[in-house]
């Protein structure tokens, strides 16, 4: 083979940070905008894409042998789309409050391109334990870019963070920021910065 | 007339207020990809466009038919295979795959036929067709169909569906476009080199979302000027 492929322990730290599917890859941007407003929509939201990620990488690895390239990507598909429906009965039954807060983003959690972009790159190559490896360190990649945009935005926002007081009382709350606008302010500038601080350790070294 | 105005506050809303992109944050992949020439955003606009009215007169249909807790399908399937008729049928647990099927499928069909009759057409907006299968605002657009055929008590028709479903892809088009033609000034500018890939394009994003906020409000405008004319 002329292209090694990375092993698991690889594929996991890749997820967290060096290729972070936010931060580096720009995957994952509609629930990244739509639901950072707080924490908790943000964290429930985490929870349920790596619920989805994980199983469709493990399941789609173990039946990778009986792939064919032409209907790949609707297998893809379909298998997120079951586990979707898992994961919005669960939060419905458990969770009926967020389920109703967040949504038809979590329905949405289906056309999320890096589920598919997993599936695609490593479960339908590689062994069930590498797949699954892979989809742990990108569910906390997504986790840790969801609870950076959420930190921000809940705190400047509402002055909260997790629904607990962080700011004195006078904080007069920037109300854009838990708006549509405040989202793509926010993540433009995180963006930015994680650019910038890439490029001077580049230099740097 | 009534219908009319119902018509007319879901397009003002679908296009303007709740536009797809800058306040639910659908389509956001290509927005940002598929933006840094006007005319090929354009392009992507009105094959999404295209592709939503087909995929959403499709989804009602299922959804209406087929899906929705009491639809008449399943309801005669069901007792005539002896069920009681007090029994409630409801699908809607499937609807996720079954709107992804759709969505594929009216790609495919859309990309076949497009290909086939209308060759100009497909040179200009072809090679985004299967971009769209895995673009949010369609499936979005499918879900929130479904969210008023849920009620069994004020159901959406078709028209109505297809409204949304136009007037989204309107929207789309209109916010596409517009990134679009700023970012091709924004080639002239000295961006500051970090926000140079994304950054500079959601910021520029957050400042359109801001604009269209001013919107809100323009349905109920709409509903008043309108019933002092008609009436």
């Known amino acids: 083979m002329a292209l090694q492929e990375p092993t698991a322990l690889e594929r996991f730290v890749n997820g967290i940070l060096p290729e972070n599917p936010v931060y580096r890859q720009l995957l994952g941007m509609c629930p990244t905008l739509a639901v950072t407003g707080g924490m908790k929509p943000a964290m429930t939201m985490a929870a349920a894409t790596a619920f989805v990620l994980i199983s469709a990488n493990v399941i789609i690895s173990l039946i990778r042998g009986l792939l064919r390239p032409h209907l790949r990507i609707l297998v893809f598909t379909l298998t997120i789309a079951t586990f979707v429906t898992i994961a919005d009965r669960l939060l419905a039954a458990y969770l009926y409050q967020m389920s109703k807060e967040l949504g038809p983003y979590v329905p949405l959690i289906i056309v999320n391109c890096l589920i598919i972009s997993r599936c695609e790159i490593c479960a339908s190559k590689q062994g069930v334990a590498t797949a699954a490896s892979d989809a742990v360190g990108m569910s906390l990649g997504f986790a840790l870019a969801l609870a950076s945009l959420a930190t921000v935005r809940e705190v400047l926002g509402t002055g909260t963070w997790f629904g607990l007081a962080v700011l004195p009382q006078s904080w007069p709350n920037w109300g854009i920021m838990v708006l549509p606008p405040g989202a793509f302010l926010t993540l433009g500038l995180l963006l930015g910065l994680a650019e910038w601080v890439g490029q001077k350790r580049r230099s740097g070294v | ?231």
């Open chain 2, 1 to 231: 007339m009534d219908t009319f105005i119902t018509l007319i506050q879901i397009a003002v809303g679908a296009a303007l207020i709740n536009n797809f992109v800058l306040h639910y944050f659908v389509g956001i992949c290509p927005f940002l990809g598929v933006s840094r020439r006007l005319g090929t955003a354009f392009g992507m606009g009105c094959a999404v466009t295209f592709v939503i009215s087909v995929a959403a007169v499709l989804s009602w249909t299922f959804t209406y038919y087929i899906l929705r807790p009491g639809a008449p399908l399943p309801q005669w399937v069901w007792q005539t295979l002896g069920g009681s008729s007090a029994t409630t049928v409801d699908l809607s647990v499937l609807s996720y795959i079954m709107y992804i099927f759709v969505i594929a499928a009216s790609v495919q069909f859309v990309e076949m036929y497009v290909r086939r009759f209308f060759p100009p057409l497909y040179k200009s907006f072809g090679v985004f067709l299967p971009l769209i299968t895995t673009n949010c605002a369609i499936l979005f657009a499918c879900l929130e169909i479904m969210k008023h055929l849920q009620d069994p008590t004020k159901l959406w028709g078709l028209h109505e569906a297809l409204t949304l479903a136009v007037f989204g892809g309107v929207g789309f088009t209109i916010a596409i476009s517009m990134m679009a033609a700023i970012r091709e000034e924004l080639e002239m500018c000295d961006v500051p080199r970090p926000l140079r890939s994304a950054g500079i394009g959601l910021i520029t994003a957050g400042i359109m979302a801001m604009a269209f906020m001013g919107f809100t409000g323009v349905d109920k405008g709409i509903e008043n000027t309108l019933n002092l004319l008609l009436k």
